[in-house]
Structure formats: C-alpha cells, structure tokens
C-alpha cells in the first residue's frame, strides 16, 4: 500500500495490514480498528481467527502487531494464514493462578522466569494459555520447572525441559541491603582545628614548665 492509502486507511479508523503464510503469496489486508482490538483481546497470538480475504474466510494468528510508541494506537497489523493440515510453532502464554503457600505464610517471593512456552500443534489444538498453579509451592527454593507442566498430548512443547518457569526465594531484607555508607556516621565533635591543638600543647607545656619551678 502507498502512503497516502494508509494514511486514508487510518483516518477511517481502519488498520493496513499483511497476510502470509507458507506456500501463500503475501496479500494486504484492512481490518476495522475496534474490531482488531477485540480480536486481540480475546485471541491474543496464539489462537485462531478467520479473517476475510478477497471474500473468503482465511484461518489466521496475529503474529505481530506495531503501535504507535506514545498513544499505543495500532498502526500495522501482520497475520499468519494457516493450513488445518500442518503443524506450526508458535508461543502461548503464561498464566499464574494462586497463592503460594511460602509467600501466604512467611512472606517469601514467588520469581517468575518464564513468561511464554514455545509449542508445536496442529492449529485446531491451540490453546490459548496455559495456567500454572502455584499455590502449593510452600519452602524456599520450591520450583515449577517445564518438564513438570501438563500439556494435551496433541501439543509439543519446544522449550527446553529443565527451564525454570518459577520459584520461591527468600526476601531479602532491607537491612541486609542497605548500603555501607549508611553506617554510623564519625562523630565530628570530637575533630579539633589546627589552632585549638596548638593552643591546648602551648598550655600543656606552661603547666609543665609551672611544675619544675614548683
């Protein structure tokens, strides 16, 4: 699309976008601002929508969406058409459901590592995002690792088994991360000027000389 199209596109609150696929010529696309957002919110990235393209429904994911840096307004959209017949890698996020038990009960920190599994499937088996289930985690150093998730049978998980998604630390203590400098400040009264030592060895030395005469 030129300039001046998408910026014609714009004004009537409509988002250019790009559709593409494996094996499919890139087409572009608009799709109505309010309802873009509406799919976003509801499908995010890693459910399927159908899209309209040249008049027919097309099975897609929004793979990348481009905001305006200050307003965040949605300004370009690319979708990812794809076959029902092939497996695609995508990401799905993750949830975090609970209260762990180390947190509840001695105030320890819940860490999250990870924040998306990288996933192989047929598009009919997405998922939208997969829920952790953090509320037995109850001693320090307890971790949910990706070997321990339970994902249907249908879905390939990519990323690494031994990653670790979360875990529980102890908090640290805000004394313990102090800096050194807040330590106890010398106490200044006790610093004497050049003056003041020469005129307390001058007196010193008058009393002794007293002394001897004495």
């Known amino acids: 699309m030129t300039g001046k199209k998408v910026k014609a596109l714009r004004r009537e609150k409509q988002v250019p976008g790009v559709v593409y696929g494996h094996g499919i010529a890139s087409?572009?696309?608009?799709?109505?601002?309010?309802?873009?957002?509406?799919?976003?919110?509801?499908?995010?990235e890693s459910s399927l929508i159908s899209l309209m393209v040249d008049g027919k429904p097309a099975n897609v994911l929004i793979k990348e969406l481009q905001r305006d840096p200050v307003s965040g307004k949605i300004l370009h959209v690319d979708f990812q058409e794809v076959s029902m017949q092939e497996k695609l890698k995508t990401q799905v996020p993750i949830a975090v459901k609970g209260e762990a038990k180390a947190v509840k009960e001695f105030g320890a920190v819940l860490v999250r590592s990870l924040n998306h599994l990288d996933i192989e499937c047929?598009?009919?088996?997405?998922?939208?995002?997969y829920v952790v289930d953090v509320s037995h985690l109850a001693n320090i150093g307890d971790v949910i690792r990706v070997s321990d998730l339970a994902l249907p049978p249908q879905i390939h998980i990519l990323t690494r088994p031994e990653t670790v998604v979360v875990n529980i630390e102890k908090k640290h203590e805000e004394a313990e991360a102090a800096p050194a400098a807040a330590?106890?400040?010398?106490d200044l009264t006790q610093v004497k000027t050049e003056k003041e030592i020469e005129k307390a060895e001058k007196q010193a030395k008058a009393a002794e000389e007293a002394a001897i005469k004495d």
Not at 32 to 40: D, F, G, N, V
Not at 183 to 186: I, L, N, T
């Open 27 to 44: 087409r572009a696309v608009s799709v109505p601002l309010s309802t873009l957002e509406t799919a976003h919110r509801k499908a995010g």
């Open 122 to 129: 047929l598009p009919q088996d997405l998922i939208p995002e």
């Open 183 to 186: 330590a106890v400040a010398p």
